[in-house]
């Protein structure tokens, strides 16, 4: 046991047996052993996560303004706060949105709803999203989003300068994300990705990130602020936005059911179709369920696959064995099935490594009832010198500093998906909390497994057709947070089209080039891949 577990261990058998004042005079000298200190911010930014974890440990107090958050920042501290959680655990409190739901009349939905009744929405919606076997009925469906990503990426290539980049290619992908998860959940493709995006597209989009950004300043500022400034009616505004697309396309999937009912047609479909069919939500929780699922499809998505693109971009070698793993399991650009990913486990690595370097939730959140906790994490809060035990207490889970932690991940800055691989040399031990990207538990993401299919489908399929540049001298990005972890700045990639290789990916042999385009930048990648596939064989 690490002397700092040994230490809270001490106050919180302590504190157990009610030894108040003894565990004051151990709580007093904060510096050495609870290293619980205040400082000015509420919920950490990523690389200030790691700097405060650096400078208290790896629990520490913020305060802002009226709330008071204990962070902890260690795999076996967030260990203790999730395996604790009660059966209806609670992220946060979001009064902002439960306003504005109050306001329109609206039902609460999953992240506002707490209790029995969350638990009641969270199990209507669970089925199709998160059994495997349901999830891969949407694999043509996916498939079919990715193909038209593909296009999009080709003209937007042959349309640059020099015929190879794309710029900003997380605006990209987030067209992507949008269009995957709603035609997963709409049952009806968008277009999002054709040259004329279609206005509720860009409509929600531009809501989608005016309601993340103004979020965090809404909460902060106080309530007469309301009239004045002009932040509170923007968030209100985002939210019309929001709700508004996606009840048209859910009105619009309603009357195509009536239809078919009138004309005794059988009603068959996929998401949206089991939730007004199945009866057990309102239309109003259906019409707050489809908006919040979207609004946590598309960022989450589309940014953990710029960070991959960008990584696997900069590390010719994984991105190598990555497309020889694709390219063994599906040989002449097959389109990946389900069942092909269990044989694709670099693929699973490169996604994982860039979700721990990259956690696009980079802190979460649980609010623990008074004595629903027990243990040194629950009851050190109690105890922070504050006269009176807190009737609840509000965790940040700091997850990026947990899997930034070179104790946890050797080379925590370097790209290395080899480290998830089984019985490769590269893997290490680490803590099965250090890297917990979708969270652990009954409220861990509920969109999990379709996001990590459209990854898998997008990413294979890239790969499968372009080999991937960083631009030349391009200076690195680093993240930043806007409620989610996303680039500081926009992601420019170049995109060389791969030469078609045969079947056995140890005996590589250039068979067919099927450039059906001529551009100046393609010959020379051709040809320098050609040479380096012949030195192999
Ligand atoms: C890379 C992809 C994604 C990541 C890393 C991610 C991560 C997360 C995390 C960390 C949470 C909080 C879990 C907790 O509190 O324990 C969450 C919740 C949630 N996610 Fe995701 N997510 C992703 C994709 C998606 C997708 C595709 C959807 C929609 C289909 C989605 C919908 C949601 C919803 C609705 C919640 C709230 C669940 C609840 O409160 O019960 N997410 N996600």
């Known amino acids: ?35 619980l200190r205040k400082s000015n911010i509420f919920y950490s930014l990523p690389p200030t996560q790691v700097e405060h974890k650096k400078l208290y440990g790896p629990i520490w107090r913020s305060r802002f303004g009226p709330f008071d958050v204990v962070n902890v920042a260690s795999p076996e501290l967030i260990s203790q706060v999730i395996r604790q959680e009660g059966r209806y655990p609670v992220r946060t409190e979001l009064p902002h949105w439960k306003e504005y739901r109050d306001m329109r009349g609206q039902a609460y939905g999953l992240h506002v709803d707490t209790g029995p009744q969350w638990h009641r929405i969270r199990s209507v919606l669970n089925p199709k999203m998160l059994k495997l076997a349901e999830v891969s009925a949407y694999a043509p469906v996916i498939h079919q989003v990715v193909g038209d990503l593909l296009q999009r990426i080709e003209s937007l290539r042959l349309r640059s300068q020099d015929h190879t980049t794309v710029p900003d290619l997380t605006a990209e992908l987030y067209k992507f994300g949008f269009e995957g998860i709603s035609s997963i959940l709409f049952e009806t493709r968008l277009g999002c990705l054709q040259e004329e995006i279609p206005k509720d597209t860009l409509k929600f989009i531009a809501a989608a990130n005016n309601m993340l950004t103004l979020s965090e300043t809404v909460l902060f500022l106080p309530l007469w602020t309301r009239n004045v400034l002009p932040f509170w009616k923007r968030f209100v505004q985002a939210w019309d936005d929001l709700v508004a697309v996606a009840q048209r396309l859910i009105d619009h999937k309603l009357a195509q059911m009536d239809a078919q009912v009138l004309a005794g047609k059988q009603v068959e479909g996929m998401y949206l179709t089991y939730l007004l069919s199945c009866d057990k939500l309102t239309l109003e929780e259906v019409y707050i369920s489809i908006t919040e699922l979207l609004l946590g499809g598309v960022d989450t998505t589309s940014n953990t696959l710029s960070w991959a693109l960008y990584q696997l971009a900069r590390d010719a070698a994984s991105q190598d064995r990555l497309y020889r793993e694709i390219m063994s399991v599906c040989p002449g650009r097959q389109q990946p099935r389900s069942e092909d990913l269990s044989r694709m486990p670099y693929l699973k690595a490169v996604i994982k490594e860039t979700l721990r370097m990259y956690p696009v939730v980079p802190g979460n959140g649980r609010l623990t009832v008074d004595n629903e906790v027990v243990g040194a994490v629950a009851l050190l809060p109690v105890c922070l010198l504050l006269p009176i035990p807190l009737p609840q207490t509000q965790f940040h889970l700091c997850h990026y500093a947990a899997s930034h932690d070179e104790g946890e991940f050797v080379d925590a800055e370097c790209f290395r998906p080899e480290r998830w691989l089984r019985g490769d040399p590269e893997s290490y031990q680490h803590h099965p909390y250090s890297s917990i990207p979708f969270g652990v538990g009954v409220r861990a993401c509920v969109g999990k497994r379709v996001a990590e299919l459209e990854m898998y489908f997008a990413l294979s399929r890239l790969m499968q057709h372009y080999e991937i540049q960083p631009e030349d001298g391009a200076p690195t990005t680093e993240p930043k947070t806007r409620t989610l972890l996303i680039p500081s700045k926009p992601i420019n990639l170049r995109f060389l089209p791969r030469v078609i290789l045969t079947r056995n990916p140890n005996r590589l042999r250039a068979c067919v080039i099927v450039h059906t385009f001529i551009c100046p930048a393609t010959p020379n990648a051709i040809t320098t891949r050609r040479l380096k596939y012949k030195n192999k064989l």
């Not at 030894?19 to 007093?28: E, K, V």
Request: proline share 0%; hydrophobic share 45%; aromatic share 6%.
């Open 1 to 35: 046991m690490s002397l700092w577990n040994a230490t809270l261990a001490r106050i919180s058998s302590t504190l157990l047996s009610r030894d108040w004042t003894l565990a004051r005079r151990m709580l007093g000298s904060g510096a050495r052993c609870a290293r």
